[in-house]
């Protein structure tokens, strides 16, 4: 039984939700990073689901944006953690909603 | 003579650069103000003498020179002089008066401290009246004519502090003011008929012939020819400036001005410019069939002639009784004029220049001797004291009484009567003016008598001759009474000629032809009674103080209080012009006070309200409007601003808010 | 082809660990978590046939990414844990709300679309070398660039997170202390 494209596109779209779900309803700062590369990976999946059942799979375009994707990822990720390390030691915290001091 | 005439505007404009000049100096610098006031009124005369000489064998015997003054596009004005021999004549005698004053001026106002105003005005008034009588268009003339009565009203007011004399500068002035008036009209009434104001301007002028000939055709209001109206009206500044009735009155009060300035103006020259314009004038006055106007300048003359002496009977003041004779002797050039032709007047003119210059002169040098007096009540037996002065002045009164064959005045008053006996209309002028004539040679007794003879009392006790600076002029004053009088006698009628262009005969047996030989001899008794009867009243009494009654007083009463209070005419012109005058600035005052303040005051308030109101409305709609605009857009924006605490999961929140609704909003979009 | 047998077998734990990372108390474990919901999105991938893609993201994320956060937990002694401040943000219930709004419209979207029914081709292949050519050719620039923003993360991070060290100051001035001030240039 083959799995038509939606599954993997629902899927895609739980990740995405679950990301998301997590970037915005936890405290800690690593927790919201994590969640912001649940969302990427979930975006990922789905460039890859519609290479694979696209109509000219010879064109690789969907695994091309896919590894650059996965390159940019790592470079964020590298520079985010090194923010929270910098901020670690500024703020003694890594809870998001202490680091307001740019409020309106 | 062509290049004389054009330069003859350099004749008044010496003194009027000095009198521009003086202006600016400090009133220390007295040497200076009267060097400059007599080199400007000499060279004047220097000039007067090249022009006088020029114009003797001159042909033709008037030549002009004109300019454009005022060149605009659609009319110009065009102004000029004009030699001829009434010109030069005119300047001769201004300018050597002129002279002769402002050296003995140096003298009389030598203890003054605004000596250096004088001479300024001096100097002005002089450059006006040589300027006037120069000028070659009406305009020119009227320009001169004004500025000859503001330096009146300047000299006559010289002692402003005092309040008579602040009084008498401002009367003068009003009164001429009337007079010039009349002049004015008639000015622009001879502009609009004629369309030039140029006196001779080769055929074109309002004086030559076809400008004549056109106005003594045309007709006005009540059948007069034009020329006559305009005539009448010129002759109405005449009137205001050579003090004839009724416009007199200013003249006597004009003696508060000192005695140089009443010799110069008020006996020679600026009385004098009202008899100039009607011997200019002459040619106009004269034009047509039945020249009314003439008829009228006779009249006026005949009644200010006799009714002026007959003032001066009942005068005490010693330049008041000079003041009357004056206009008395002024109305009797105005009956030259109007009998006689212009020589006629003129010379009477001439001659009475020097002598009342004189008489005013030596006045003068009695007052200063007497430091101040000039009652001559309290004077007497000046004439062991200042011979000089008495010489002189006698030699003046003779002149002016017309004392036969060796005085001027003699010979001039003479023509006059003359003329007035054959005058076709009637013989009243003549007997007014022979009337005149003996209570002309009464008074001057009556004055003589007073001031000279007699013991010295009071203030006249301390007299002593005045300095030469004084007496010289006096003396060459009394020189010309004596002798000017010899170039215009029917023998040798030099002056007549002259003034007409023509050679002069030597008449000898003019002087017995038959009208002659009996006006001389009617002159001879008229004036011997006159002195005898002045003799008789005056020559013996000695006086105690001026409290004692005139002897004419005591016989004939009522008739002296009317003579000394001038016929009551100054009351009377109080009592109605002056206080319609009044009435009127009351209302003028009245009107502006009220009616054009209140007016003023309603528009002031109305824009006050306009302004409240405008204040209003944008204090309360536009200001409330802007700033409850502005308070909205601050809540506004804090309220975003307060939207940003700062949280990064609340941004977070809200951007997959959005997202979620754009992607809701496509789908709907799409399906 | 994929076979839906394998796809759930896959999908369900990754899921699994997905909200497992999200909601455990401990960092640790939510990095650890995370890291097999990385390992199970690469099997996906290779169930999809995008082998290359697969073990890049194992290499990258399970074998970078997630030890990174793991060092990132520990240096910033986020394991530690805390009573009394709760786990979750303040609005962590409207952030609920939101996600499952983002969800459903994404799945609304989804399920309206024609791409419902859609069955995989028969051969779909990303060998490496056309990877490799097609990096070399058409995706050249691309490829500069993320070397170039490698680099340049490289040297932020480095830079980002390097203590601040004292510098020896000549005697005649003060010594400054050691400050935990930051920085950021």
């Known amino acids: ?104 | ?671 | 082809m994929p076979n839906e047998i394998a796809f759930c077998l896959i999908a369900a734990p990754t899921a699994a660990f997905a909200v497992a990372a999200m909601t455990l108390r401990r960092l640790v474990h939510c990095a650890l978590c995370a890291a097999a919901a990385f390992a199970g999105l690469a099997m996906l991938y290779l169930q999809l046939d995008a082998e290359f893609v697969g073990f890049a993201q194992l290499l990258v994320y399970v074998g970078a990414i997630a030890i990174l956060i793991v060092f990132a937990i520990l240096l910033t002694s986020g394991d530690e844990v805390r009573t009394g401040s709760s786990q979750f943000s303040p609005a962590w219930l409207a952030g609920l709300a939101v996600a499952v709004l983002l969800l459903a419209a994404l799945a609304l979207a989804l399920l309206l679309s024609p791409s419902l029914h859609r069955l995989a081709p028969s051969a779909a292949a990303a060998p490496v070398k056309q990877i490799g050519q097609e990096l070399m050719t058409r995706y050249v620039l691309p490829l500069e660039m993320i070397g170039i923003l490698l680099t340049g993360a490289l040297l932020g991070a480095v830079v980002i997170a390097m203590r601040d060290e004292p510098e020896v100051k000549p005697p005649a001035s003060k010594r400054a202390d050691p400050k935990e001030t930051t920085s950021l240039p």
């Open chain 2, 1 to 671: 003579m062509a290049r004389v005439v054009q330069y003859l505007w350099l004749v008044p404009a010496f003194p009027l650069l000095m009198a521009g000049w003086g202006a600016f100096l400090r009133r220390d610098r007295r040497r200076t103000a009267a060097a400059l006031a007599i080199s400007g009124v000499a060279v004047s005369w220097l000039l007067s003498i090249v022009a006088f000489l020029t114009s003797l064998g001159a042909r033709p015997i008037r030549q002009t020179w004109s300019f454009n003054w005022l060149d605009l596009a659609v009319f110009s004005v065009p102004l000029g002089w004009v030699l001829d021999p009434l010109t030069a004549i005119m300047l001769l005698m201004v300018s050597f008066l002129s002279l002769l004053i402002f050296i003995y001026s140096l003298g009389y106002m030598a203890r003054d401290g605004n000596f250096t105003r004088f001479f300024c005005f001096m100097s002005l008034f002089a450059a006006a009246m040589l300027g006037l009588v120069i000028a070659n268009s009406l305009l020119l003339l009227f320009i001169c004519w004004e500025l000859v009565g503001l330096s009146s009203y300047l000299l006559i007011g010289f002692w402003f502090e005092k309040p008579a004399a602040a009084a008498a500068a401002k009367k003068a002035f009003i009164t001429t003011r009337l007079g010039d008036l009349g002049l004015l009209l008639g000015m622009l009434w001879l502009y609009s008929q004629s369309g030039t104001l140029l006196f001779y301007d080769h055929g074109r002028g309002c004086l030559e012939q076809s400008a004549l000939a056109r106005l003594a055709a045309g007709t006005t209001l009540g059948g007069m020819a034009v020329s006559t109206a305009i005539s009448l009206l010129i002759f109405a500044g005449a009137v205001g400036k050579s003090g004839q009735v009724p416009l007199h009155v200013w003249l006597p009060d004009a003696m508060e001005g000192p005695t140089p300035v009443s010799a110069l103006i008020h006996a020679a020259t600026m009385v004098a410019a009202g008899v100039f314009l009607v011997a200019r004038a002459y040619p106009l006055m004269s034009a047509g069939l039945h020249p009314a106007a003439l008829q009228v300048v006779t009249w006026v003359g005949a009644v200010t002639a006799l009714g002026a002496a007959a003032v001066a009977v009942a005068q005490n003041d010693i330049k008041r009784i000079i003041a009357y004779s004056t206009i008395s002797q002024l109305g009797y050039m105005m009956l030259g004029l109007g009998t006689g032709g212009v020589a006629v007047g003129m010379f009477h003119l001439i001659t009475h220049a020097f002598f009342k210059s004189l008489l005013f002169l030596g006045a003068g040098s009695v007052i200063h001797a007497c430091h101040g007096e000039q009652d001559i009540r309290n004077m007497g037996g000046l004439k062991k004291l200042m011979p000089w002065t008495f010489a002189t002045y006698a030699a003046g009164m003779m002149a002016l009484c017309g004392v036969p064959l060796f005085f001027s005045g003699f010979w001039s008053k003479d023509d006059i009567l003359r003329a007035a006996w054959s005058w076709p209309v009637s013989v009243v002028p003549f007997v007014l003016g022979v009337a005149g004539a003996f209570l002309t040679a009464f008074y001057m007794t009556r004055q003589v008598s007073w001031v000279f003879l007699g013991q010295p009392a009071g203030p006249a006790s301390a007299a002593r001759e005045s300095p030469p600076v004084m007496t010289v002029p006096l003396l060459i004053l009394a020189v010309f009474a004596v002798f000017a009088g010899f170039l215009g006698t029917p023998v040798w009628p030099w002056f007549h000629c002259y003034l007409n262009g023509e050679r002069t005969p030597l008449e000898p047996a003019a002087l017995v032809a038959a009208p002659q030989l009996t006006l001389l001899l009617l002159s001879a008794i008229i004036v011997g009674l006159a002195f005898f009867l002045g003799w008789r009243i005056y020559a013996n009494v000695t006086w105690q103080s001026s409290r004692q009654t005139d002897p004419l007083e005591l016989s004939l009463p009522a008739l002296f209080r009317l003579l000394q209070n001038k016929f009551f005419i100054d009351e009377f012109y109080a009592a109605t012009v002056v206080r319609l005058n009044a009435a009127f600035s009351r209302l003028a005052d009245w009107l502006d006070r009220v009616v054009w303040q209140g007016v003023v005051d309603a528009l002031a308030r109305l824009a006050l309200l306009g302004a409240r109101f405008s204040r209003a409305f944008d204090e309360s709609a536009i200001n409330a409007g802007f700033d409850a605009g502005c308070d909205d857009l601050r809540s506004a924006g804090g309220f975003l601003s307060r939207a940003q605490n700062g949280r990064i999961q609340r941004y977070l929140r809200l951007a997959g808010l959005g997202i979620s609704l754009l992607v809701l909003a496509l789908i709907w979009g799409c399906a």
């Open chain 1, 1 to 104: 039984m083959n799995t038509p494209l939606s599954h993997y596109l629902l899927f895609s779209a739980l990740l995405f939700g679950i990301g998301f779900a997590g970037a915005v309803a936890r405290r800690s700062a690593i927790l919201v990073l994590i969640g912001i590369e649940l969302m990427l990976n979930a975006a990922n999946l789905n460039f890859i689901a519609f290479w694979r059942y696209g109509p000219v799979a010879g064109a690789l375009t969907g695994v091309m944006f896919v590894l650059f994707s996965i390159a940019i990822a790592a470079a964020e990720a590298a520079v985010g953690l090194a923010l929270i390390i910098a901020i670690y030691r500024l703020r003694k915290t890594v809870q998001v909603d202490r680091l307001d001091t740019l409020k309106g």
